[in-house]
């Protein structure tokens, strides 16, 4: 069985990032003292006692407010709610009880989902216990005081959610669904394109760039196979990262992509590729991650016989680190290209798992060597021995060598497009160690 659901809901700056982060036991949400910060959905798993579970942490609602965001994060708790087993309703005990609260509470209740009822915020039970009481009159069950900063009655309240578990939920096999982050600059489109590939608004979309904060994980199914998106928050250039918030979306986007398997970076045709497009790029490179260079905003560009040649031609240029770098000329708006984009994906994976047996290897190493001798020093020339496939994702050869000095990185970039001659490896980095005979490891 798949892990239950808990969903955090509740009105904006009640605390909910805080008791997310402290039942995930990392930073995953935004945390900062202003209204409406959180903006998406999280995902953690989590587990209390022999129990795991899915933690959700949502957008605070704000029943009738008639601000874009606070609206919108209102249809995406109501989403959460809609999918989640258990819900975790969060009050906050010193602004005490509110209107907006009641109509938090009409909406849970009209769920018929289990609901838990906490007050936050709760540092004294002596201080403060007659002001738990009033959150009885909500009418959905017992209140339960927690302090989430100070980590005060989560274990009661664990206690609570795990009991509406199903039995028998037992431990999940190890996901191996691939893991695709969708990366680029604020407003490029990558929420718009995982709304057009799940036919729902599941993540935010605003003309305000950055409204993504967020890394959220969306599972969805295509053509029968199973992914799940990874869809970041818009990187900024450094100079303009000043909040904190926005430094923690930074982080976040490298973490993204340290999660995923496939890089998907998304360039705004209309803009061109830029330096910051560079470094989303770089990043997903040093760590050996598949790549696809998705051109999006396609249908926005006048075109001619040239265009696709100039734009491909341009980024080449500038990501000249990746030549590799399969390109796809997207819609997020039309869908215009989509079904490729996941052909692509599925091509770069199977890439990323392609393992070369050692004696076609060392066919192509000869055949390479004898068109271009190895670089000598000295009067002492290189001597490759052999080579061998030692990993895969991304893969990764050893060379053998008499000298390991003399091996110069032009020479190992002339090997390696010798080998994508042959087979071809197109989306993936490759790695390259190279060992003296002999030496260990």
Do not use: C
Request: glycine residues 8%; charged residues 25%.
């Amino acid at each position: 069985m798949s892990r239950p659901v808990v969903a955090i809901v509740g009105r904006p700056n009640v605390g909910k990032s805080t008791l997310f982060n402290a039942l995930a036991g990392q930073k995953i949400s935004i945390v900062k003292d202003t209204p409406g910060v959180t903006r998406d959905r999280i995902y953690a798993d989590v587990t209390w006692l022999d129990k795991s579970f899915t933690l959700v942490d949502t957008g605070g609602i704000e029943p009738d407010s008639g601000d874009i965001i606070l609206s919108r994060m209102r249809e995406q708790a109501q989403i959460a709610i809609d999918t989640a087993d258990v819900i975790i309703f969060m009050t906050d005990v010193r602004q005490g009880l509110v209107d907006s609260d009641s109509k938090v509470a009409d909406m849970l209740r009209r769920s018929g989902k289990p609901v838990v009822l906490v007050v936050n915020k709760v540092d004294s039970m002596a201080k403060f216990q007659m002001d738990v009481y009033e959150f009885y009159n909500l009418g959905i069950g017992e209140p339960y005081a927690i302090s989430s900063a100070n980590m005060l009655g989560l274990g009661d309240m664990l206690d609570v959610v795990i009991g509406y578990f199903p039995e028998d939920t037992g431990e999940e096999k190890e996901d191996d669904t691939p893991r695709i982050a969708i990366v680029g600059k604020p407003n490029v489109g990558k929420s718009s394109l995982i709304n057009k590939i799940l036919g729902e608004e599941r993540v935010i979309v605003s003309d305000i760039a950055g409204t993504t904060r967020d890394a959220v994980d969306t599972r969805v199914r295509v053509q029968g196979k199973d992914y799940i998106l990874i869809d970041t928050a818009g990187l900024r250039r450094k100079g303009k990262v000043t909040e904190d918030i926005e430094r923690f979306s930074v982080i976040r986007t490298v973490s993204a992509v340290e999660r995923a398997g496939i890089v998907v970076i998304m360039i705004d045709a209309t803009e061109g590729v830029t330096e910051q497009d560079a470094k989303i790029a770089g990043i997903a490179h040093d760590r050996g991650k598949g790549v696809i260079i998705a051109v999006n905003k396609w249908d926005a560009i006048e075109k001619n016989d040239k265009t696709i040649y100039q734009h491909t031609n341009r980024i080449r240029e500038v990501l000249s680190f990746m030549p590799y770098a399969k390109i796809l000329f997207i819609s997020a708006k039309t869908g215009q290209r989509l079904p490729k984009l996941f052909e692509a994906i599925d091509q770069v994976i199977e890439n990323q798992t392609l393992r070369v047996q050692t004696g076609v290897l060392n066919e192509i190493l000869s055949e390479a060597v004898a068109m271009q001798q190895p670089p000598s020093d000295k009067g002492k020339r290189l001597k490759i021995y052999y080579m061998t496939q030692v990993g895969v994702k991304p893969p990764t050869f050893v060379v053998f060598v008499n000298d390991k000095e003399l091996m110069h990185f032009s020479y190992v970039r002339y090997l390696e497009n010798r080998i994508r001659d042959a087979f071809g490896f197109e989306g993936t980095s490759l790695k390259f160690f190279i060992r003296e005979r002999g030496e260990k490891n």
